[in-house]
């Protein structure tokens, strides 16, 4: 029978610890017990996905069992789509949307823009059923628009606005788009970062005629 050595024995173990702590074998063997989860080890240091998220520099710690916090709320809030019909003959819409520059309605493919003419288009035809707007045969239009921000736009790269006017005569309220039924009188552009809208006051052109006094015999 061998006899160990001291040394032998040192080498045994050392072989034994090795063999305990290698993660797996080539066999694709599953990892021994023994061997150290990367996970929580990454958890430890803060780096892992389940580690707890750290409050930042000057933030006060959040109660054990607290509800999280919630994002703040936007400040820019849309303005809601309204119609009311005006004095004399006409209407004012608010819309939520925008108008489009000439250089990016130029650069959107025909679909999108026939999208985007039928979703404007339904948007006036619901204002017109259900706040009852007049029907106008020559009408003048003053658009004003309220961006969100302060950036240098040309009001003649957004006067076409061509889809809204579409959706007008689409919805039934002017006979045609043409210059000799509608003519915008002005188009200004504006900043409100907190309600980004549009305005439309569309006033009637036909003046009735007074019909003349029957004289008295």
């Known amino acids: 029978m061998p006899t160990w050595t001291e040394a032998d024995l040192r080498r045994l173990r050392t072989a034994q610890a090795r063999r305990a702590t290698r993660p797996a074998t ?3 063997a599953k990892a021994n017990a023994a061997t150290p989860v ?6 430890s240091r803060g780096m892992g996905p389940s580690a707890p998220r750290r409050p ?46 000439l250089n990016d309605w130029q650069r959107w493919h025909w679909t999108r823009r026939r999208e985007e003419m039928m979703r ?9 059923m259900s ?11 003053r658009v004003r628009s309220y961006f969100p921000d302060r950036r240098r736009r040309d009001p003649t790269n957004y006067a076409h606005w061509k889809p809204l006017w579409d959706a007008l ?7 045609d788009d043409d ?13 409100d970062p907190e309600r ?16 003349p006094v029957a004289p008295t015999p």
Not at 120 to 128: D, E, F, P
Not at 169 to 175: C, F, I, K, M
Not at 179 to 191: E, T
Not at 196 to 211: F, I, K, Y
């Open 56 to 101: 930042g520099p000057g933030a006060a710690p959040r109660a054990r069992g607290a509800a999280p916090r919630r994002a703040p709320a936007p400040r820019c809030i849309p303005a809601a789509d309204s119609a009311a019909p005006l004095p004399g003959g006409g209407f004012v819409l608010t819309l939520r949307d925008l108008p489009p520059s």
């Open 120 to 128: 404007l288009a339904g948007v006036v035809r619901a204002l017109a």
């Open 131 to 141: 706040s009852r707007l007049p029907h106008l045969g020559a009408a003048e239009a």
């Open 196 to 211: 980004p809208r549009s305005e439309v006051e569309v006033r009637s052109l036909e003046r009735r005629v007074a019909a």
């Open 26 to 28: 080539k066999g694709g």
């Open 179 to 191: 210059a000799a039924h509608l003519r915008v009188v002005a188009f200004d552009l504006l900043v």
């Open 38 to 43: 990367a996970a929580p080890a990454a958890a």
């Open 169 to 175: 005569v689409r919805a039934g309220v002017l006979d």
